[in-house]
C-alpha cells in the first residue's frame, strides 16, 4: 500500500493549505479510497506478472454469480467483475472468512488497523449495506460500480451526499462538513479553508442552514470539480490490465 501513501503526499505537497479551495478540499475526501483501489489494480496485476503461479491451483473460493453482478451494476462486464474479486481477495486476506473487515479496510487506506477514523467509518458504512459489520463480494462491487466512468452522474451525487450526511438525517449540515473535511486535512496535515462558511451559504440556497439533495445536487452540478475524485478511470480497462488467463468466463461485454 506504499503507492497509495506516496500517492496522497504528492498530492499534498502539491497543495499548501493556503491554495486550497473548498472543492480542492472536498475532492480530497476520497482521496484514500482512490489511491487505495488504484494501487490495488497495480499491486494485483503486477504479482501476476512476477508470480504466474498464482493463477494456477487457487483454493476453491465462495460462489458469486459475477453475471448477475455485472448486470446489476450497469457498468461492468463480467470479467471486470472477475478482476474485482481479484481486488477484492487482496483486501480481504487478514481475517480469511471472505469479507472485508473494517480493520482490513483502515490498514489498507492509512497503513494501521486501529484507531479512529471519521472517514474511514463513513466509507465502511456506505459499503456496507447490510449493515452487518462486514463488506461482502456483492457489496463492494455494488460501491465501486458508483466510481466506474458509465456510471450516472445522479448515482455519483447521491454517494457524494451520503457520505457528508454523517447522521443520516437526509440533510448536509454544516458541523457535519466541517467534521468531515477536518478529518480529511488531518490527514494530509493542512488547514481548514476560510471559505467553507461561503461555499455551505452558496449551496443552502433557502437558508435553512442545513443542505437537502436537491440543493446539494444543484450545488454539484455547479461546481463539477466536486465530482472528480467520483470517477476511477481504470475501473473500465480492468479486463484489459489482468491477464486473460485470469478470467473463467469467456464474456468480453454485456
Known amino acids: 500500500m506504499a503507492m497509495r501513501s506516496s500517492s ?43 508470480h504466474p503461479w498464482l ?4 483454493p476453491q ?8 453482478l455485472a448486470v446489476e451494476s450497469q457498468c461492468f462486464t463480467v470479467n471486470e467483475v472477475e478482476a474485482l474479486h481479484e481486488l477484492f481477495k487482496k483486501l480481504s486476506t487478514s481475517i480469511e472468512d471472505g469479507h472485508i473487515h473494517k480493520e482490513e479496510l483502515q490498514m489498507a487506506l492509512f497503513m494501521t ?12 458504512y456506505l459499503f456496507d449495506e447490510k449493515k452487518d459489520g462486514v463488506i461482502e463480494f456483492e457489496e ?3 460501491a465501486l460500480s458508483v466510481f466506474h466512468p458509465y456510471a450516472p452522474l445522479e448515482d ?10 454523517l447522521n443520516e438525517t437526509g440533510f448536509i449540515e454544516r458541523e457535519e462538513v466541517k467534521q468531515m473535511l477536518v478529518a480529511i486535512l488531518v490527514e494530509s496535515e493542512m488547514a481548514l479553508p476560510d471559505e467553507l462558511l461561503e461555499a455551505f451559504e452558496d449551496a443552502d440556497v433557502n437558508r435553512d442552514g442545513r443542505i437537502d439533495q436537491d440543493e446539494w445536487k444543484n450545488f454539484v452540478i ?16 480492468l479486463s484489459k490490465i489482468f491477464p486473460s488467463s485470469v478470467f473463467n468466463i469467456e464474456v468480453e461485454s454485456l
Open 113 to 124: 488497523p486501529t484507531g479512529e477514523n471519521l472517514f474511514l467509518n463513513r466509507v465502511f
Open 8 to 50: 496522497c503526499s504528492s498530492s499534498s505537497s502539491a497543495l499548501s493549505s493556503s491554495s486550497l479551495t473548498v472543492g480542492d478540499c472536498l475532492c480530497l475526501a476520497l482521496h484514500p479510497l482512490i489511491g487505495t483501489i488504484e494501487g490495488l489494480i497495480f499491486l494485483v496485476t503486477d504479482c501476476f506478472g512476477c
Open 55 to 58: 493463477l494456477f491451483g487457487r
Open 156 to 165: 455519483k451525487i447521491n454517494f457524494t451526499f451520503r457520505l457528508y450526511d
Open 222 to 237: 455547479r461546481h463539477p470539480k466536486l465530482l472528480k475524485n467520483m470517477t476511477l478511470p481504470h475501473l473500465q480497462d
Open 61 to 68: 473460493e465462495p460462489c458469486h454469480d459475477f453475471s448477475k
Open 140 to 142: 463492494f462491487v455494488h
